[in-house]
């Protein structure tokens, strides 16, 4: 019997890209995301009402449940197999008797450009 995130990564047939966010503010005051990282996951298009780092309720258009814990912040961007770059609404950490071993990322419409 394998472990929970082994069994876990085995229903996760997508990659999305994590660049977490560097803390330096461009000249617009936008935070520079840093180098990507790669995750198994698994994409679905979701409605769900969550609430934002605010406390305000949103509704998601997708979930996503990573194959790790790398610890994803909604400030940070994550890019979908599509390409797309949609807003990190909520984050919630998944774990087993071992300890948080996923994180689930609930994201909003995608930004407009």
Do not use: C, W
């Not at 996951?41 to 990573?66: I, N, S």
């Amino acid at each position: 019997m394998g472990s929970f995130l082994t069994d876990l990564k085995q229903l996760m047939p997508h990659t999305i890209v994590h660049r977490p966010v560097m803390g330096i503010a461009d000249q617009h005051g936008q935070l520079t995301p840093g180098t990507g990282t790669s995750y198994v996951a698994l994409v679905e298009k979701q409605q769900k009402v969550v609430r934002d780092p605010q406390g305000r309720e949103q509704v998601t258009e997708t979930v996503v449940y990573v194959g790790a814990a790398p610890g994803f912040s909604p400030q940070d961007e994550v890019e979908l197999p599509d390409g797309t770059k949609p807003p990190i609404l909520a984050v919630a950490q998944l774990a087993d008797e071992l300890g948080t071993v996923s994180e689930v990322l609930y994201l909003g419409p995608n930004r407009a450009f």
